[in-house]
């Protein structure tokens, strides 16, 4: 199919967008908590230690969540685009991921390496004592090139604020294998069976690898999993709505399951525990499909807040960790009073909302619809040398 007779986009889903929001917004906490603990924050007056600790330390759950919705979405816009896997078009389909991932992706890592170069240490590659030394430029090109987790299995926590992008290279892989899938197979069933061996396959690779958090976390097969979960989701959301009373309460089970889950923790449930997390997300994936959203939750100023969290999470993750790395050359990390605690959380939040905001706004949005545009006019060119002009330009992609 021609990228030039690719249907207009849909509108954002607002399920989609709370459950990126969410995600995002733990993964914030878990980094913030990681450099200045809440444990001994105000918040320990009104809440249970054991809560706080719960909430904070199990943001990788997040991450899971995120794979998940990486998945549903993509395989949810590739059957619309081409109208069946096997037809997904290889070079529209890279065309598309490379636009929206790369050019953002080129900046943040330009902007960690420089602050590194001018001596601020959570920006650093720093050699930890019996592990290998890495230089800048071996750590950007396994970014880049999407290897960054294998990386850090064979050098350990040496870049803070590189190293949080290990979940990227999970996902370009799973990017670039998803298309090959789908026009090698061709046949539905089959593309289905891989999915089926990645979600086998991942609490198997977790229990081998149970004690190591850099391989049970951060492994590719560690994670594939997730993410077939959110493909399936997309598949069966063609079948199921799970409307009516049956299909909530199902949901409602899915949402608990994944936060007793996340509750409960990562430690002691290293094998399992993500793929409930995964399962329970995908459950309410297949309910966001054709999803009434009630008035009241269209107009909640806090889901609100977490739809436009989950609407620019991906400028988030990458430029959130660069706040909190200049806050730690200010007050080092373990070092600040507790009262300032919740102050610098908020401020830690706001100001990387700011720079999210603008970057998406001012950079990675323009840059996203120039770089779709162009290359979908050259394709269309090639294929179509009589045809001049531009395509309609989608928003808002997965």
């Known amino acids: 199919m021609s990228l030039l007779s690719d249907p207009p986009a849909p509108p954002r889903n607002f399920r989609v967008d709370v459950l990126r929001g969410m995600a995002i917004a733990l993964v914030l906490v878990l980094h913030f908590h990681l450099s200045y603990s809440l444990l001994d924050s105000p918040l320990a007056a009104v809440l249970p230690a054991v809560f706080i600790k719960s909430v904070a330390v199990n943001g990788n759950y997040g991450v899971t969540m995120f794979f998940v919705v990486s998945g549903y979405l993509i395989t949810s816009t590739t059957l619309a685009r081409y109208?069946?896997?096997?037809?997904?078009?290889?070079?529209?389909?890279?065309?598309?991921?490379?636009?929206?991932?790369?050019?953002?992706?080129?900046?943040?890592?330009?902007?960690?390496?420089?602050?590194?170069?001018?001596?601020?240490?959570?920006?650093m590659n720093v050699a930890k004592p019996g592990w290998p030394e890495v230089g800048y430029p071996v750590a950007v090109l396994s970014v880049l090139t999407f290897w960054h987790n294998v990386l850090m299995q064979h050098a350990w926590y040496f870049n803070y604020a590189m190293n949080i992008y290990w979940s990227l290279s999970v996902e370009e892989v799973f990017y670039l294998a998803f298309p090959l899938l789908c026009f090698g197979l061709k046949r539905q069933w089959a593309i289905v069976a891989v999915w089926l061996v990645a979600i086998v396959a991942g609490p198997v690779y977790r229990s081998l690898h149970a004690s190591d958090e850099i391989y049970f976390m951060y492994g590719y097969l560690a994670c594939f999993d997730a993410v077939a979960f959110g493909c399936c989701a997309a598949l069966l959301a063609q079948r199921f709505s799970l409307g009516g009373w049956?299909?909530?309460?199902?949901?409602?089970?899915?949402?608990?399951?994944?936060?007793?889950?996340?509750?409960?923790?990562?430690?002691?449930?290293?094998?399992?525990?993500?793929?409930?997390?995964?399962?329970?997300?995908?459950?309410?994936?297949?309910?966001?499909?054709?999803?009434?959203?009630?008035?009241?939750?269209?107009?909640?100023?806090?889901?609100?807040?977490?739809?436009?969290?989950?609407?620019h999470s991906y400028e988030l993750y990458l430029f959130h960790i660069v706040v909190l790395g200049l806050m730690r050359g200010v007050v080092a990390r373990g070092a600040m009073p507790s009262e300032w605690k919740l102050p610098a959380m908020v401020f830690f939040v706001a100001v990387s909302v700011a720079v999210a905001w603008g970057i998406a706004r001012f950079y990675s949005e323009p840059m996203n619809a120039w770089l779709r545009r162009v290359l979908s006019v050259g394709r269309a060119n090639r294929q179509n040398p009589g045809i001049r002009g531009s395509t309609d330009e989608r928003g808002n992609q997965a």
């Open 246 to 311: 049956a299909g909530r309460q199902f949901q409602l089970a899915a949402a608990c399951l994944v936060a007793v889950t996340y509750l409960r923790g990562i430690h002691g449930n290293e094998v399992f525990g993500f793929t409930a997390i995964a399962a329970g997300t995908a459950v309410l994936l297949v309910g966001a499909r054709n999803e009434r959203v009630p008035a009241w939750a269209l107009k909640s100023r806090a889901l609100a807040g977490l739809r436009w969290l989950g609407r």
């Open 83 to 123: 109208g069946s896997l096997g037809n997904v078009d290889l070079r529209g389909f890279y065309a598309f991921r490379f636009a929206r991932i790369v050019p953002c992706l080129v900046v943040a890592l330009a902007v960690i390496v420089g602050l590194g170069l001018l001596g601020q240490p959570a920006f």
